[in-house]
């Protein structure tokens, strides 16, 4: 089974937000879309803008954690990583993303297809796909 496989099951666009974006709108960004993560792309949302990160509901608490309430009004870039981006295609197999996000101790992870953001798969979209294989066979 490929990641391009639940990307066609699971038809909710990848929610995105801008590096220059604060903590506290991306917190309320992650609420009202219903996702536990946000894909970052450099200063604005547009489509045109690189990828440059992810931000998540442990994100947020991290911030808060270390700097209070206060944190929420900084800016997203100041805590996405600076290593490379963990990313993965469509055609990658769930095995090599699951793996992926155990390397790197993430439970999101961008898909990008020929240089263009084409959704997110999370662990549950992995966990849910090989639970309904099971079912199936």
Not at 66 to 75: P, Q, S
Request: charged share 20%.
């Amino acid at each position: 089974m490929f990641v391009g496989d639940i990307l066609r099951t699971h038809r909710a666009p990848a929610v995105t937000i801008g590096s220059s974006e604060t903590v506290s709108i991306a917190a309320n960004l992650m609420y009202a879309s219903n996702v536990g993560a946000l894909v970052v792309r450099n200063v604005s949302r547009s489509v045109d803008a690189a990828v440059v990160g992810m931000f998540s509901e442990r994100d947020v608490v991290a911030v808060i954690a270390e700097r209070g309430t206060g944190g929420l009004a900084a800016k997203i870039a100041q805590f996405i990583s600076p290593r490379p981006l963990v990313s993965c295609t469509s055609q990658h197999t769930l095995t090599e993303v699951e793996h992926l996000m155990a390397r790197h101790d993430v439970r999101h992870i961008p898909v990008i297809d020929n240089g263009r953001l084409v959704g997110v798969v999370s662990m549950r979209d992995i966990s849910l796909a090989f639970e309904e294989a099971e079912c199936a066979a």
